[in-house]
């Protein structure tokens, strides 16, 4: 299990890492990031290029292992606040689709990216690294426990779109692949179930490994295709795809490997 643990971090960290590349790429906040750039804050680019560094170091940092407690507690709140700070306020009062489903995907990500931080926490003996229960140390046991929560909430929805978005998600299956209908409809049930097995803590072991190995071959059979089909397409949006499916596989996996205690579930 340690070798999954250390190659779980780093997909999640390559993931982290080359979303803030793109932002490098399109000079611009990639919408997982920040949807709507706030019209009152000025120097979009500037900031947008001191994200894509940061992303791109911690990631690192993630991936290789170095500092990565501190470094995934600092990243999961400062998703955090993203999600609520920006991405929530303009859902609701800045786009005009605020109740439609399909509007709510950036923000989710973002708060799966987020839930995937604090998983990352919960994956080091954070105990062992701060055994004077420092405020630091406080802080990580408060989080911990929302990482698979914020994780679960994005895999419950993204499921439900399956069902409500099926012409839509039907399209978006490999060609080559019979029946896309049915493996939406299969996909759909998979990620609300994991979710909602996620979220009651039923099984985490075994539905993480099934999640976490469902979103891989996604990752290989769909995303990977279709970036290289199309990587400019909605400024390179289907390459961050790729990254985002590298990152929430290694969440999952994760998720599956990491003791209860530490996800803040109690032992029975």
Not at 174 to 181: K, M, R
Request: aromatic fraction near 18%.
């Amino acid at each position: 299990m340690e070798n999954l643990v250390k190659t779980s971090r780093a997909f999640y960290g390559i993931g982290i890492a080359g979303i803030g590349v793109q932002q490098f790429i399109y000079a611009d906040f990639r919408p997982v990031i920040l949807e709507q750039w706030p019209s009152w804050m000025p120097w979009l680019t500037a900031w947008a290029y001191l994200a894509g560094a940061a992303l791109i170091i911690v990631g690192a940092m993630i991936a290789l292992s170095k500092n990565a407690p501190k470094t995934a507690l600092i990243l999961g709140i400062a998703f955090l606040v993203f999600f609520l700070a920006f991405q929530v306020t303009h859902q609701l009062f800045g786009s005009p689709y605020s109740f439609n489903w399909a509007s709510w995907t950036n923000p989710l990500k973002e708060l799966a990216f987020s839930g995937g931080a604090f998983v990352i926490l919960a994956s080091y003996s954070w105990g062992k690294i701060n055994q004077d229960k420092s405020f630091r140390s406080r802080l990580g046991d408060t989080f911990i426990p929302y990482g698979r929560i914020f994780f679960a909430i994005m895999m419950m929805v993204f499921g439900y779109d399956h069902f409500q978005y099926t012409p839509f998600v039907a399209t978006l299956v490999p060609a080559w692949l019979p029946w896309h209908v049915f493996w939406t409809y299969f996909a759909g049930t998979a990620l609300m179930g994991s979710g909602i097995c996620i979220a009651l803590k039923f099984e985490l072991k075994l539905v993480g490994l099934l999640l976490g190995s469902m979103l891989f071959i996604w990752f290989v059979i769909l995303h990977i295709p279709r970036a290289i089909a199309d990587p400019y397409i909605d400024k390179g949006n289907e390459v961050t795809s790729v990254f985002e499916a590298l990152a929430y596989s290694g969440v999952a996996f994760l998720i599956a490997c990491t003791p209860k205690r530490k996800l803040g579930v109690a032992e029975r």
